[in-house]
Antibody, heavy 119, light 112 residues
Framework: EVQLVESGGGLVQPGGSLRLSCAAS?????????MHWVRQAPGRGLESVAA????????YYADSVKGRFIISRDNSKNTLYLQMGSLRTEDMGLYYC???????????WGQGNRVTVSS | DVVMTQSPLSLTVTLGQPASISCRSS???????????LNWFHQRPGQSPRRLIY???ERDSGVPDRFSGSGSATDFTLKISRVEAEDVGLYFC?????????FGQGTKVEIK
């Protein structure tokens, strides 16, 4: 059974940093599935934040997080990461990791991890 | 960015009756490989989105056949042939043709 389990969320002050992790199991993480981070905030709906190719060589970012967030993966640990810096209140929300399969869509999503940015 | 516009935003349906949700994109969603990467998701309160449909009309494994997707280019539709109680929740369309992938605002489906 495919499982994606996020961790690392929490409360952080504006301007602070946080690293989210997504532990994958039930499939061959290193076999080439691109992975995505998607966030959901009340009043803002769902937003693609970042994506990474199966081997980690290509990364993609929403303009709203470019230069502040870094997506990465460790295929030896079956784990996806999102390093978030210079956090703003508008970054608050539930962050999901998701597996891309087949191309152009995401078939499995984690349970979500909440990020709160507040002083 | 590709803007995805859903309608209606709210839908109240009688059990056993059909339901239909429209999704329109601001750009044609045909990718250079000829595929159209339009997906539909269902999200129940407190749960993660579950994909129902990919590439316009392909049903995901385990999705009941009362769900069907259709459309092309910029106009797409999700149909539920006979709504059941478990179908309540939010429905989203999402395009995976052009980065950043973008979502519709969501349609809330309730039972009358």
């Amino acid at each position: 059974e495919v499982q994606l389990v996020e961790s690392g969320g929490g409360l952080v002050q504006p301007g602070g940093s946080l690293r989210l992790s997504c532990a994958a199991s039930g499939f061959s993480f290193s076999s080439g599935h691109p992975m995505h981070w998607v966030r959901q905030a009340p009043g803002r709906g769902l937003e693609s934040v970042a994506a990474i190719s199966g081997d980690g060589s290509a990364t993609y970012y929403a303009d709203s997080v470019k230069g502040r967030f870094i997506i990465s993966r460790d295929n030896s640990k079956n784990t996806l990461y999102l390093q978030m810096g210079s956090l703003r209140t508008e970054d608050m929300g539930l962050y999901y990791c998701a597996r891309e399969s087949p191309p152009g869509g995401t078939d499995y999503w984690g349970q979500g991890n909440r990020v709160t940015v507040s002083s | 960015d590709v803007v995805m516009t859903q309608s209606p935003l709210s839908l109240t349906v009688t059990l056993g009756q059909p339901a239909s949700i429209s999704c329109r994109s601001s750009h044609r969603l045909v990718f250079s490989d000829g595929n159209t990467y339009l997906n539909w998701f269902h999200q129940r309160p407190g749960q993660s989105p579950r994909r129902l449909i990919y590439k316009v009309s392909e049903r995901d494994s385990g999705v009941p056949d009362r769900f069907s997707g259709s459309g092309s280019a910029t106009d797409f539709t999700l149909k539920i042939s006979r709504v059941e109680a478990e179908d309540v929740g939010l429905y989203f369309c999402m395009q995976g043709t052009q980065w950043p992938w973008t979502f519709g605002q969501g349609t809330k489906v309730e039972i009358k």
